[in-house]
C-alpha cells in the first residue's frame, strides 16, 4: 500500500447512522413500544423475551438495520476511504479520472526465412507464435520479409490482456502456430513486457487523491506524480526533483520494485512532454533511481516453548524476509532499516536474531535501495 493511500485509510472512521448496532436498535425499539403503550393506553406494559411483540420488533429490527447498513454504505461511496469498485469510478470519474483498462503484453518477434528470396515474402497481419505454455503472440499489421533480405522484426502483442504475457524473456517465444511459406524459424528479439491488469482501487483511489495537483500548470510534484502513475499501472513509486530554475527530473520505480526499462524510459518522457501536462517552461528528464547495494545475512532462534509450531515460524520468517524485502526496495529514497527486519522477523514468531547485514544506511532521496545477497540462516531451538 503506497503512503498516500496509507495517510487516507488513517483518516478518522466515519459513520452516516452514528456507529448505531442491531442491539441499540433492539433496546431502543422495545423501549419506544413500552413509553408508547404507556402513552396510549395509560397502562405500563413490559415486554419479556418471549412476548410476540418483542419477537415481532426485533424481526422488524433486522430489516431496519439492513436498510440502515445501505445508508451507511452509500454515504461512505463518496469517501476515498472506503470507495470502491464501480463507486470509486463513478467518484473518480467526478475529478476527470478513469479506471486503467488491462493491455497486452507486447514484444517484437523476428520471422526468419529459410533462404533468402529474390522477392519479397510477405507475413500477414495476426501471424501467431507461442511459448509452448499457452500464451501467444500475434502480429500487428501486415509486413514482410523485403527481397534479398533473411528475417525481419514486425511488432507483437498478447492475445490475453494482463500481465500473464510479461516477462518472457528473448528466445522463450520460438513455436511458429500459424505456418507461413518459406518461414524457417520465429523468435522474440525483446523481453516481452507493458502487459497491465485491470486497475486495482488501490491505485484508482491513489490517482484520484492525486488528481488536483494535476490541474495546475505551475508544476507541482504532485502533478508530476500524477502524471506519471497515470502513464502506466506498471510504475510504483515516483520522486520528482527540480536540481535548477525549469529543469524538472522524474524518476521512476516499477511496482515489483524493478528498474524501468529504457522503453518505460522513452515512452513516460514523451508522455510527460504532452503540452496539456507539461508547463511550457519545463525541460523535463526521466531517470532511473541510483541503486544502493545491501545484503540480507542474519541468524535467527525459535523459543523452546514454541518448538511445536517450529516449522510454521520458519515459514513465517520466509514470509516476513520478503515482505521486507518488498518493503524496503518499492520506495526511492527510503533508508535501509535493519529495525524494520528485526521487527518484522520478530512478528512472525522469531525469539531474536544476530543481524549482521544489514546496517543502517542514509540513502540519498534519488535512490533505491537493491538487494545484492540475501542469508538466512535458523539457529535453532533455544530456552526461553
Given at each position: 500500500m503506497s503512503?498516500v ?5 488513517d483518516l478518522p472512521?466515519v459513520s452516516?447512522i452514528?456507529?448505531d448496532t ?5 433496546i431502543?425499539?422495545v423501549?419506544?413500544f413500552?413509553?408508547e403503550?404507556?402513552r ?5 406494559i413490559?415486554?419479556s423475551p ?9 424481526a422488524?429490527?433486522l430489516?431496519?438495520?439492513q436498510?440502515?447498513q ?5 454515504g ?8 470502491y469498485?464501480e463507486?470509486?469510478d463513478?467518484l473518480?470519474?467526478g475529478r ?15 520471422f526468419t526465412?529459410s533462404e533468402?528470396k529474390?522477392y519479397?515474402?510477405g507475413i ?9 505454455d ?8 501486415y509486413d514482410e520479409?523485403p527481397?534479398g533480405?533473411e528475417y525481419?522484426?514486425i ?5 490475453e ?5 510479461n516477462?518472457?524473456?528473448?528466445g ?7 505456418l507461413?511459406p518459406?518461414?524457417?524459424s520465429?523468435t522474440?528479439?525483446?523481453?516481452s513486457?507493458?502487459g ?5 482501487d488501490?491505485s ?9 495537483g494535476?490541474?495546475s500548470?505551475?508544476g507541482?510534484?504532485d502533478?508530476?506524480?500524477?502524471w506519471?502513475k497515470?502513464?502506466s499501472?506498471l510504475?510504483?513509486d ?5 536540481p535548477e530554475?525549469?529543469?524538472?527530473e522524474v524518476?521512476?520505480?516499477?511496482e515489483d520494485g524493478?528498474?524501468p526499462?529504457?522503453t518505460v524510459?522513452e ?6 512532454m504532452?503540452e ?6 519545463d525541460k523535463?528528464?526521466v531517470?532511473a533511481p541510483?541503486?544502493?547495494e545491501?545484503d540480507i545475512?542474519f541468524?535467527y532462534y525459535?523459543?523452546k516453548?514454541d518448538q511445536?509450531?517450529?516449522?510454521m515460524i520458519?515459514?513465517?520468517?520466509e514470509t ?6 518488498k518493503w ?9 532499516n535493519p529495525s ?9 514468531g ?6 549482521i547485514?544489514?546496517?543502517f544506511c542514509q540513502?540519498?532521496?534519488t535512490?533505491v535501495?537493491r538487494?545484492?545477497?540475501?542469508t ?7 530456552d526461553d
Amino acid at each position: 500500500m503506497s503512503d498516500v493511500v496509507r495517510s487516507v485509510k488513517d483518516l478518522p472512521e466515519v459513520s452516516f447512522i452514528d456507529n448505531d448496532t442491531l442491539e441499540k436498535m433492539r433496546i431502543r425499539m422495545v423501549a419506544n413500544f413500552e413509553t408508547e403503550y404507556k402513552r396510549i393506553t395509560g397502562q405500563e406494559i413490559a415486554l419479556s423475551p418471549s412476548d410476540p411483540n418483542r419477537i415481532l420488533l426485533y424481526a422488524h429490527a433486522l430489516e431496519l438495520y439492513q436498510i440502515e447498513q445501505y445508508i451507511d454504505r452509500a454515504g461512505k461511496q463518496d469517501l476515498i476511504k472506503y470507495s470502491y469498485g464501480e463507486f470509486l469510478d463513478n467518484l473518480a470519474a467526478g475529478r476527470g479520472v478513469l479506471r486503467r483498462k488491462a493491455s497486452p503484453a507486447e514484444t517484437v518477434l523476428r520471422f526468419t526465412l529459410s533462404e533468402k528470396k529474390e522477392y519479397a515474402v510477405g507475413i500477414p497481419e495476426g501471424t501467431k507464435a507461442t511459448n509452448g505454455d499457452l500464451i501467444y503472440f500475434a502480429t500487428e499489421g501486415y509486413d514482410e520479409v523485403p527481397a534479398g533480405k533473411e528475417y525481419v522484426d514486425i511488432r507483437a502483442v498478447c492475445t490475453e490482456e494482463g500481465r500473464a504475457g510479461n516477462g518472457l524473456l528473448p528466445g522463450q517465444i520460438n513455436m511458429l502456430v500459424d505456418l507461413v511459406p518459406y518461414v524457417k524459424s520465429v523468435t522474440n528479439v525483446t523481453e516481452s513486457s507493458e502487459g497491465t491488469d485491470l486497475e486495482t482501487d488501490e491505485s484508482l483511489a491513489e490517482r484520484v487523491f492525486l488528481a488536483p495537483g494535476g490541474y495546475s500548470v505551475a508544476g507541482p510534484d504532485d502533478a508530476y506524480i500524477y502524471w506519471t502513475k497515470t502513464y502506466s499501472a506498471l510504475i510504483g513509486d515516483v520522486h520528482v526533483t527540480s536540481p535548477e530554475p525549469v529543469q524538472v527530473e522524474v524518476r521512476v520505480l516499477m511496482e515489483d520494485g524493478s528498474l524501468p526499462t529504457e522503453t518505460v524510459i522513452e515512452g513516460l518522457t514523451e508522455y510527460l512532454m504532452d503540452e496539456n501536462i507539461r508547463p511550457i517552461t519545463d525541460k523535463v528528464t526521466v531517470f532511473a533511481p541510483e541503486t544502493e547495494e545491501f545484503d540480507i545475512l542474519f541468524t535467527y532462534y525459535i523459543n523452546k516453548s514454541d518448538q511445536s509450531k517450529a516449522g510454521m515460524i520458519q515459514e513465517a520468517v520466509e514470509t516476513a524476509v520478503a515482505e521486507y524485502k518488498k518493503w524496503q526496495t518499492c520506495t526511492i529514497g527510503r533508508d535501509i532499516n535493519p529495525s524494520e527486519l528485526i521487527k518484522k522477523v520478530m512478528a512472525a514468531g522469531a525469539k531474536r536474531l544476530d543481524v549482521i547485514e544489514p546496517t543502517f544506511c542514509q540513502v540519498p532521496a534519488t535512490s533505491v535501495a537493491r538487494i545484492h545477497m540475501q542469508t538466512v540462516t535458523y539457529g535453532g531451538i533455544e530456552d526461553d
